[in-house]
């Protein structure tokens, strides 16, 4: 899947890109939402009869349709990744693709450290990751404009997958033998591709026989300042008392037209050579972002360092009413001067790093391949929104209000308008409705579809334990929910460390042994 989404910081969302050069900042791409990268420990693979299998990096390619309206128009190669060493005849295929990322990585989803692999092991199954259009090195074109784009939708995704299970020879002992009418598909996803694997079996029913769908967004939204909420309500109250301080004070400063006092709050961060305000702002959200790396099991620690360095005073952590504006403004600055810019915009300006008004920037203007933020800011713009920005009044603040969704679409020109001129001419607010009508959104009704989330996943209130819908949980569609990050039930080694992971784990194995049957 992501997005203040999208300050060049936080703007490609659901990326884990970094900068490549001095023209796309660091900053890009602080905001995942495919799933985490889970690469393998090593390249062997053994049948459990002693066999050698080839290297489970090793890739190949799939004949896909560039249009699956117009098929006469030709193909593209599509790149895939797979894995037999659990596999007996009569077993299901296991199919997921990453997402809105580079497939480069994933292979470890290929193997029992992963869901898939677990399925593919408790059934005998194989294994398949497959690289989404417009991704990595699967392009229908040799760039990204707009017109080449055209073919970058949610209904040509869920094709693509559809066309894959029903034409390919798998390259492994029987593998023309294994299409969807001869034997089980299963397809899985996380995040985007969790919702895109709801969305599929919806869109396209009876080709897989079952879906696990973890942390999936299948709520297209266009404000989605509820992202936060789950970070704001997990993270160290201390530390959220002193955000919601700064946030508050910033946003005073802002309503009052205070200038002078605004030009001191960005130079007390380091950032005063930002232009605009709206820039700054979105920029303090970075260290919000850092929350999407946290799982049970490890992961990055930023967000923790951030709170340290705002509540710990000389080996004393603040009460949970933290340490009051003056001490956050200036640790939270201090954090900015002596580590966090330089680890997030390395040696680049900060007008360059977090600016986003400029549209002859290589960010809004290179169109070669393999630019996932660029791809999936396409799908944003035009399918499903999720611009991330400060709550309404009255609800408590950990993103500054200037942030809005205008932030991300259409005036002054904003960055929908400025990525895809020749497409968005005024505005780029997609038709979110359109999209949950379609694929049924927090209605999404389908058989035997797994869905799993986690208390702690900033994108939960964008998936069916989102709070207040209060979906029901039957068992032709189970949905369960542990106290784990995002996607975190993917991983195998977060059930090892979280129970309530684990449960979920072991749910949705009984569950696939009995639709699997």
Known sequence: MALSWLSKSVLAILLSVSLVDAAIPNAVGRNQLHIPKLGATENAVMTPNGTALPPITMVYQFDQLIDHNKPNIGTFKQRFWMNWEFYEKGGPIILLTPGET???????????????????????????????????????????TSQSLEVLTIQQAIDDLVYFAQTIDLPMPGGDQVKPNQAHWVLIGGSYSGALTGWTMVNKPGVFRAGWASSAVVEAITNFYDLFKPIREHMPKNCSADVEAVISHLDWLYVTNNKTALQDLQNNFGLGKITHIEDFAAALVNNLYDWQMLQPGGGQQNFYRFCDALEVKDGVSASEKGWGLQNALES????????????????????????????????????????????????????????????????????SRIIQP????????????????????????????????????????????????????????????????????????????????????????????????????????????????
């Open 332 to 399: 939270w600055g201090n954090f900015w001067n002596t580590s966090y810019y330089a680890s997030l915009c390395g040696t680049v300006d900060a007008e360059t790093c977090l600016g986003t008004y400029d549209a002859t920037q290589p960010y809004y203007t290179d169109v070669s391949v393999n630019n996932a933020w660029r791809s999936w800011f396409w799908m944003m713009c035009n399918e499903v929104g999720w611009y991330q920005g400060g709550p309404p009044l009255g609800q408590p603040a950990i993103v």
């Open 102 to 144: 580079n497939a480069d990585g994933f292979d470890g989803y290929l193997t029992n450290r992963s869901i898939n692999g677990m399925i593919a092991q408790q059934e005998k199954g194989a294994t398949v990751v497959i690289e989404h259009r417009f991704f990595g090195f699967s392009n229908p074109y040799d760039n990204l």
């Open 406 to 517: 205008s932030y991300f679409q259409a005036r002054d020109p904003r960055q929908c308008v400025n990525m895809f001129p020749q497409r968005f001419q005024t505005s780029g607010t997609p038709d979110v409705q359109a999209t949950n009508r379609k694929y049924g959104g927090w209605n999404i009704k389908v058989d035997r579809v797994f869905f799993a989330n986690g208390l702690r996943d900033h994108w939960r209130d964008a998936t069916l334990s989102a709070d207040g819908l209060h979906k029901v949980s039957v068992a032709s569609q189970p949905i369960y929910e542990g106290d784990g990050f995002h996607a975190s039930d993917m991983d195998a080694k977060n059930g090892v460390v979280d129970a309530s992971v684990l449960r979920v784990q072991q749910a949705g194995l009984r569950f696939m042994k009995g639709w699997l049957s």
